[in-house]
């Protein structure tokens, strides 16, 4: 599975390819991160990070997007462009007929880590040894986009299973309501039981 991970931003927005072997085996395919200029209109700079993202989906042919989920921050402009070029990439995704995964920081950070809370510096550590890399990913918006794609390629068999798991148990569910609807329509379907002759009259002693 060839994963395409996303940190999404404006002003550096992280991109990482991923090829996922058997096992937790994987290989770095490619990685950069797209800048642009704050001074830029932020039509402008969408447009710049979508303009890459797309050509790097044509160019590596990725099975699926993965891409860090918006959390939320005491700076809401950076909050609100994060979520903007993360749309972005969901609708260049979309376009091009890939899924799209979101994964929490915290997910990712546990993926790759074992530690939830762990630091950029740990998280850049682990991506560069578990890939094999020369040399760090640089800056840490790049090793994020890596891990994103190591934690979904990881993830990936597991939320496969409990997505088939949730499926089995709906399909499940509507076969119990159809049974009970059955039944109920079976019921107010059948003929009432006529009267036993010479049975006591309504309302009558049985003495």
Known sequence: MRVLGVDPGLTRCGLGVVDGGSGRTVRCVDVDVVRTAPDLPIERRLL???????????????????????????????????????GVVALLAARAGLPVAFHTPSEVKAAVTGEGRAGKEQVTAMVTRLLGLAEAPRPADAADALALAICHCWRAPMLDRMAQAQARGAELARAHRARLAQAARDAA????????PGGPAAGGSTR
Do not use: C, K, L, Y
């Open 189 to 196: 379907a059948r003929p009432a039981t006529p009267a036993r």
């Open 48 to 86: 710049a990070v979508g303009a890459t993202v797309e050509e790097w989906i044509g160019r590596h042919r990725p099975d699926v997007v993965a891409v860090e989920r918006v959390f939320s921050q005491h700076n809401v402009r950076t909050v609100m462009g994060t979520a903007q070029a993360s």
